[in-house]
Structures are given as C-alpha cells and as structure tokens.
C-alpha cells in the first residue's frame, strides 16, 4: 500500500507540475493553441501520425496572423514564428543571439557533428570547411558527378528493359550514396551491391527515423546532453569511425590532390586544435578553439554523408513525381535540356549545369512545395522583439515553420499547384526574401547549398537527356512519412521510366 500511495503522490505532482508548465505562455500573454497534458501541442507527431513538419503547418495555419505563437514540444515551451520581418532578425540581423539549433545530446557519438554542434563549436568547423564548397572545388568535382550519373543511366537500361515502372526513390538514392562517396570521401563503387546498399539504407533508417530519445529531449531540454546520451545509435558512430579509419589508412594519413573532404581531415589531423578568430586584435583573447579528436573528425563526415546523400536523394525523387505529373512543365524542361546538351556535344561542364534557367524555376518550385525540415534555433539570451512589446527569454526554443510559409497563399497564390513560374525574376523581386527557406538564411544556412544544387542538376540533365517520365498505376497521391524527420515521401514514388531515344547534333 505504501508503495501505492508513493506512486499516487509521484502520479499527482507531475500532473500538477506539468499543468502548470502548460500555463506557461498563457500567463505571458501569447497566444497559441491550447496544450495536451505531456504531450503539448506535438501529439500527432509523438505519436507518428503525422510528419512533424504537418505540425507545425497546422498550427501555423490556424494561427497565420498571429506574429509570435506560443506552442508546447511535449512539455517544453516553445515560440512559433510567422512574422517574415521578425524571421530576418532571428536569423540575419541578429543572429549572434540565435546560433544554437536547440537540440542538445552527447557530443561524442558524432553529437559535434557541424549541423547539431553548439555555437562556438559550429563556428569553427564551418570556417574550417567552408572552402570545400568553393567554386573550383566543385569544378573539379563535376567529372566524378557525371561518371556516377553514367553508372546509373546503364543501370536504369538494365532495369527498365521490359518493365517502365520503378520505384525512382531506390534509384536515386544508389546515385546520391555514390556521388557523396567519391566526391567527399575518395570511396569509389563501379555499382552499389545490394549488400552494400543494405548496410547503407541501416544507416539512413537508424539516423533519419524518429526515435523516442527527441521527445525525451522535449519533455526534458538538456537531459540528454547531461546524461551523455547521443541521439544516433553505436552502430552508425562505429561506422562513420570504420569508415574515416579505412580512407586515412588509404592514403597513408596524408593529403591526396583529390581536394575533397577527406584530404580537409587529414590536413586538420595533423593539427591537435582548429582555432576561429573573432576579431583582428591578434591577440588571441576571444579567440575559440576545437580539439580535433577522432569523434569529432567522424562527427563531421557523418552530416557531410547524410545531408549529400538523404536531402538530394528526397529533393530528385519529389522531382521525377512533379514532372510525372506535370507533362507540360517537364516538356519545357526537356527542350532546355537538349539545347543545352546539343550545344555542348552532350558533355557536362560546371557551366552549362549552372546555365539552365528555366531548370532552376523547376528546382526551386520542388523547394518550395517540400522544405525537407522546419528551422530551430535557441536563444542564447534575453531578446526584445523589435517593434513588438514582447522578449525572448534566454534559451528559448524558436521555431521556424518553412512548409507553413511555403504554402501560405500571400506569397504563393495557389500554393498546392506546382508552378515554376513563381521563381521568375519578377515574381521572386515581389516577394520577401524570408518567404522561401529551403536552406535556411543568414550565417547558418545549409554549407552544402551548391554541392547539392550540382548533385541533382547532373543528374536531372543526364536523366532527362535519356528518359521522361510518366505516372503508372502506383503513382498514387503524395503522404509524408511520418516516422521520418525529413518530410519525405510515404513508401517509394513509382513512375514509369520511359526512353527518349534522342541522339546529339
């Protein structure tokens, strides 16, 4: 009976005290949806039945003139922002107050990863690898793009002998898991095995599924970082550390004339700290400083594999569906295609990928219609909203909803329609620089903006150059998935392939 009553009193004072977080932002004036009991206004998306990104659309939605929402993760309160002109502060003007994401775990099991890691520790990874995305890096990666696009092309040949209708979601991930490899880590695969892509697709699943340890991290901010508990199993971290270990041993632990990721992390290795300089005092006070163990040197090849391999992978496959869908539109960008390649021989260079203007209206569009991930970000102190009688209170979790603003019909009339056009020059002069986010904006924005952008572009040219596609009889409508943390698609996308047979002029 003792035990009874001890749990009965437990029982009673969470239930109290967390009744009495859920009056959190209504004590403070801000509106917002009214919370449930543990799960605040997240329960469709704890509970897998709707992808989180639909959360927050939904509640922008409902609340759309609303500048600042007062919203619940679980327990934890957070703000939702709908007001662009406050989204540019937050993430621009003064972002010096906002540079954590707010997801805090471990730092070892690849927790220092450049897109999770703190402020100070993202700073200086993103000084130290910024260069990699330069324009004559990616020059020199563009031969190794087209010899994997190649690789694909005759597989797709293979495949689609006798039978047009695939799921194009497997196909491009055997395209993306290549590219990423050879151009980041020098690992080179004539074709990717079965056996190899199943060890793959673990990695993706175990990495990109929602697990219950983000809504631990909701109910509870900071438990998981005390506790010294990583978001990604061991068996990821143990293969980003194979990984990384194989490739140096490779290359007998020195810099190769690759140029590519790999040779950044042998170059870094032979320092034991990367240093940030914050002013040109030169005198070293403010200056920050990273330990350059071997968990933070898999940390970061891990985020570079999973963002070139999963993000381009979803961003193509939403764009074979859309152009299946859309005859007309995909019609107008075979002509471009074939212009451009009958112009250049059928060779690919770095400039007629960058030189396909109606192609980029396209990718844009795709964009738009599916942002692979709403944007956190933490205060890092108190911050008084400016032009609002309202302030932010340090560590504060923001909330940045891109599929709610990508779909609100005053920037985007029509907004479930896919129409290319809204990215003409005109269109786009119109519209305020926060009504699109993709990437995210400001100094945090995605570092591998461009590498993706030539990841996907190659391959639409070389596949569009060869095939179009059309809808089959499992086309079916669009769901996210809801177990994912990208919005990605719900089971594979299938299309019928079907062969052009063009030839070059």
Not at 169 to 179: E, W
Not at 278 to 288: A, P, V
Request: a neutral charge.
């Amino acid at each position: 009976m003792l035990v009874l009553y001890f749990f009965a009193i437990v029982a009673v004072l969470l239930i109290y005290y967390f009744r009495h977080k859920n009056n959190y932002w209504k004590n403070k004036g801000l509106p917002g949806p009214k919370p449930i009991l543990l799960f605040g206004n997240y329960k469709n998306a704890a509970l897998r039945r709707e992808n989180s990104a639909e959360t927050l659309r939904n509640i922008y939605n409902e609340f759309r003139n609303v500048p600042l929402i007062g919203m619940y993760r679980m327990t934890s309160p957070c703000i939702l922002v709908t007001d662009l002109d406050v989204i540019k502060n937050i993430m621009i003007k003064d972002f010096d107050k906002f540079q954590d994401r707010g997801v805090e775990f471990s730092k070892e099991g690849l927790g220092a990863n450049l897109f999770h890691a703190d402020g100070e520790t993202w700073r200086v990874l993103r000084n130290r690898f910024t260069p990699m995305f330069t324009t004559s890096k990616l020059k020199n990666m563009v031969y190794l793009i087209e010899q994997k696009s190649d690789i694909i092309m005759r597989y797709l040949d293979d495949i689609t002998t006798g039978t047009e209708e695939q799921d194009i979601t497997k196909i491009i991930r055997r395209y993306t898991c290549s590219t990423i490899a050879s151009c980041a880590f020098g690992l080179e695969f004539d074709t990717i095995s079965e056996s190899l892509m199943a060890v793959l697709l673990k990695i993706d699943k175990l990495t990109l599924t929602c697990n219950p340890f983000h809504e631990i991290d909701m109910m509870f901010p900071g438990v998981l970082k005390k506790t010294n508990i990583s978001l990604f199993p061991r068996d990821v971290s143990s293969f980003f550390d194979r990984m990384v270990s194989n490739v140096i041993n490779e290359r007998d632990g020195k810099p190769s004339t690759r140029n590519d990721f790999m040779d950044i992390i042998l170059e870094m290795r032979e320092q034991k700290d990367i240093t940030y300089r914050q002013n040109n005092k030169g005198n070293g006070e403010d200056d920050l400083k990273l330990t350059l163990t071997d968990g933070v040197i898999a940390a970061q090849a891990f985020v570079i594999y999973i963002a070139g391999y999963e993000t381009s992978a979803t961003i193509l496959t939403y764009l074979v569906y859309e152009l299946a869908m859309n005859p007309k539109i995909q019609n107008k960008l075979l002509e471009e295609i074939d212009e451009v390649m009958n112009r250049n021989k059928d060779e690919i260079t770095y400039d007629s990928v960058c030189n396909n203007p109606y192609m980029e209206k396209v990718f844009n569009e795709v964009y738009r219609k599916y942002p692979l991930v709403p944007i956190f970000r933490k205060s890092n102190c108190d911050y008084k909203v400016p032009g609002m009688d309202f302030t932010i209170e340090k560590d504060t979790v923001i909330m940045i909803p891109t599929l709610g603003i990508h779909y609100d019909e005053k920037y985007y009339p029509d907004p479930k329609k896919f129409d290319p056009e809204r990215f003409s020059p005109e269109n786009e002069q119109n519209r305020h620089s926060c009504a699109y986010l993709p990437y995210g904006v400001g100094p945090r924005n995605c570092i591998g903006i461009r590498f993706g952008k030539l990841q996907t572009r190659v391959f639409a040219m070389k596949f569009f150059r060869k095939y179009r596609v059309e809808p089959s009889p499992k086309t079916g409508n669009l769901e996210f998935d809801p177990n994912r943390l990208l919005v990605s698609p719900l089971g594979g996308i299938y299309v019928n392939i079907v062969p052009r047979n063009v030839k070059a002029q």
